[in-house]
């Protein structure tokens, strides 16, 4: 008789993670060819960018608008990559939650239903931007709070776990006191990791992780992880992986790195095409790109079942 007993889930395998002593290294995905890509490399963990989209100033949500069919995008999204590799822990941008509590708790309960093993959830107004971009509008710190209760409640709602990452984007135009105290007040309600958006130095980096180290958790314990965001060309310095963990980060995350690799050699494709007429690209084989995307794996399936369609090979 097979063997019933479910696995751990991904939010459990990443509460794990984070307790040992080393930092996870999350690589930005965009759809689901960048991320079996990171499969592939051999990654344990995922970030999903929203969609390319994101670039227009924030994630796919803020002033793109339309917020019922960007969550519902989103939702999607965040569904279709965590189920390339359901035991993979998939880590999700969340935006502001769209909306007030009542979204906010959909949004993590849409989350949990799609696989997701963690969000994080940001003090911006709702028709947000970028955090390496200038003049940030952010809300009250009542309202922050309320947004973290919200997915608190929606996460011992559901009967299961998900981890809850607090952003805070009050750095820039609050100073670095107002955004401790944002994520102070999170943690206090039930968040879990603290991301303090648009760090501007090495130094400022250890700071907050040192900080964060002293705060007394809602589960009576002492210490919270902190996540960094590594993106080049924004306000912050890029870190290495090594550089990070010496700060005293727990996790990484890349946002821009697939875009960034694909803008670059995409672009130097289509100039190539455009003017020299030359149709050759890198000539990876097709067969290759399909294998990449699990040829391989949906054969073996379909003969293992009794299957017809790749009897005769592919």
């Excluded at 670039?55 to 019922?68: A, D, Q, T, V, Y």
């Excluded at 959909?106 to 940001?122: D, L, M, P, Q």
């Excluded at 794996?297 to 369609?309: M, Q, R, Y």
Aim: aromatic fraction near 6%; hydrophobic fraction near 40%; charge should be neutral.
């Amino acid at each position: 008789m097979a063997n019933l007993t479910p696995p751990p889930s991904p939010a459990a395998k990443l509460r794990a993670m984070l307790a040992k002593d080393e930092i996870i290294v999350c690589p930005g995905v965009y759809d689901g060819f960048t991320a079996r890509l990171a499969l592939n490399a051999g990654f344990e963990t995922l970030y999903m960018v929203p969609l390319p989209p994101f670039l227009f100033g924030s994630n796919i949500g803020g002033e793109m608008g339309k917020k019922k069919l960007i969550e519902g995008n989103v939702r999607d999204h965040a569904s279709m990559i965590a189920s390339i590799s359901p035991s993979t822990p998939l880590i999700a941008d969340a935006d502001t939650g769209y909306g007030g509590p009542l979204m906010v708790g959909r949004t993590v309960a849409s989350y949990i239903n799609a696989g997701v093993a963690a969000f994080h959830i940001e003090d911006q107004v709702v028709n947000k931007r970028c955090g390496h971009l200038r003049n940030k509008e952010l809300v009250d710190i009542d309202t922050w709070v309320s947004r973290i209760r919200a997915a608190v409640m929606a996460r011992e709602q559901s009967g299961r776990d998900i981890i809850i990452i607090a952003r805070t984007d009050a750095l820039a135009d609050h100073g670095y006191e107002e955004a401790m105290a944002r994520l102070k007040a999170a943690v206090d309600v039930g968040a879990d990791v603290a991301f303090l958006e648009g760090v501007r130095s090495i130094e400022e980096a250890r700071r907050v992780c040192s900080d964060m180290s002293k705060v007394k958790r809602k589960d009576g314990g002492v210490g919270v992880s902190c996540l960094y965001n590594c993106v080049p060309g924004g306000v912050s310095p890029v870190l290495s992986v090594q550089e990070a963990r010496e700060c005293g980060y727990k996790m990484i995350i890349t946002p821009t790195l697939a875009l960034g690799e694909v803008f670059e050699a995409v672009t130097e494709a289509y100039k190539d095409l455009m003017e020299k007429g030359n149709t050759k690209g890198n000539e990876v084989p097709v067969r290759t790109l399909f294998e990449t995307c699990g040829l391989k794996e949906s054969v073996e399936f379909d003969l293992k079942a009794g299957g017809k369609l790749y009897e005769k090979g592919v």
